[in-house]
Nanobody, 122 residues
Framework: QVQLVESGGGLVQPGGSLGLSCAAPGLTFSNYAMAWFRRAPGKEREFVAAIRSSSTDYAHSALGRFSISRDNAKNTVYLQMNSQKPDETAVYYC?????????????????WGQGTQVTVSS
């Protein structure tokens, strides 16, 4: 059974940095595009970043501050977040997509993690 397990969430001060990880044991990892989404309180889920084999896509809000990467040997995808803002407080989810077409569209993803809370606050 495929599971995606996020880790690394927590409390970070505005302007600070935090790194998230998502492990995907049981997934033929290299066959999937991987992405991070987030859902802030009272808001819709939104795309943050995605990575195919090596190419990456970012939400406009994440460009220049966030970095997504993957390690196929470890079946893990990472999200490094820098210069964080209070309105980025959300539950962050990783997701796996076997056939990425519209990679920003969460409905096409095959597997999702349970999410990890990120709180940006002083």
């Amino acid at each position: 059974q495929v599971q995606l397990v996020e880790s690394g969430g927590g409390l970070v001060q505005p302007g600070g940095s935090l790194g998230l990880s998502c492990a995907a044991p049981g997934l033929t990892f290299s066959n999937y595009a991987m992405a991070w989404f987030r859902r802030a309180p009272g808001k819709e889920r939104e795309f943050v970043a995605a990575i195919r084999s090596s190419s990456t896509d970012y939400a406009h809000s994440a460009l220049g501050r966030f970095s997504i990467s993957r390690d196929n040997a470890k079946n893990t995808v990472y999200l490094q977040m820098n210069s964080q803002k209070p309105d980025e407080t959300a539950v962050y989810y990783c997701a796996a997509d076997r056939r990425p077409i519209r990679i920003v569209n969460g409905s096409e993803y095959d597997y999702w993690g349970q999410g990890t809370q990120v709180t940006v606050s002083s």
